[in-house]
Nanobody, 123 residues
């Protein structure tokens, strides 16, 4: 059974940078698609970024150019580097794992989830 544990969330100011980490066990990040999602209060869980088995990446338009997803196969970790943060980025961020090697933007197609970390960006 896959288990994911996120870390790195905190309160930051607009324009700051923050790096989230996701420790994965029970599934190899190098052979499965991994994603980051976020959920603001009263809103649905939205796709943020993903990395495929072949290391290709995908981003939602609102974070493209500011966020970078990466992985460390040896450590079985996934990261989300977030730069130039905006108040609109405030949300709980979740790491997610797929059984397949290609990502999906639909959270329902991921079968492993972390507990989530709070990222708050003040203006």
């Amino acid at each position: 059974q896959v288990q994911l544990v996120e870390s790195g969330g905190r309160l930051v100011q607009a324009g700051d940078s923050l790096k989230l980490s996701c420790a994965v066990s029970g599934r190899s990040v190098g052979t499965h698609a991994m994603g980051w999602f976020r959920q603001a209060p009263g809103k649905e869980r939205d796709f943020v970024a993903a990395i495929n088995r072949d290391a290709s990446t995908a981003y939602v338009d609102s974070v493209s150019g500011r966020f970078t997803i990466s992985r460390d196969n040896a450590k079985n970790m996934v990261y989300l580097q977030m730069n130039n943060l905006e108040p609109a980025d405030t949300a709980v961020y979740y790491c997610a794992a797929r059984q397949w090697g290609v990502y999906s933007r639909n959270y329902q197609f991921y079968d492993g989830w972390g507990q989530g970390v709070q990222v708050t960006v003040s203006s």
